[in-house]
């Protein structure tokens, strides 16, 4: 299975030239780095959807991932919000 990446509220799926502000205002794409702010190291938690305006757990725009892959993505944001 192929892992998809869409808002869990609407369906819509972000392209590679969609950006999101940080609140250090670096703009960049959040699914290149798995929701982390390149420039001040930033974890978020949330991801807000350009169509549909909602908040959701950033890990929930992931589809088609496995239980496995999803608590290894948890432990590693864990890690990295550690350092």
């Given at each position: 299975m192929k892992i998809e990446i869409k808002c869990p509220k609407c369906s819509w799926k972000?392209?590679?030239?969609?950006?999101?502000?940080?609140?250090?205002n670096h703009i960049?794409?959040?699914f290149d780095t798995c929701a982390q702010c390149?420039?001040?190291?930033?974890?978020?938690?949330d991801t807000s959807c350009p169509k549909?305006?909602?908040?959701s757990k950033h890990l929930a725009w992931y589809s088609n991932l496995d239980n496995i892959l999803t608590k290894e993505l948890?432990?590693?944001?864990?890690?990295i919000s550690l350092k």
């Open positions: 972000p392209t590679s030239e969609k950006l999101w502000q940080c609140t250090c960049w794409n959040t390149p420039k001040c190291k930033k974890i978020w938690e549909c305006e909602r908040w948890e432990k590693l944001n864990e890690y």
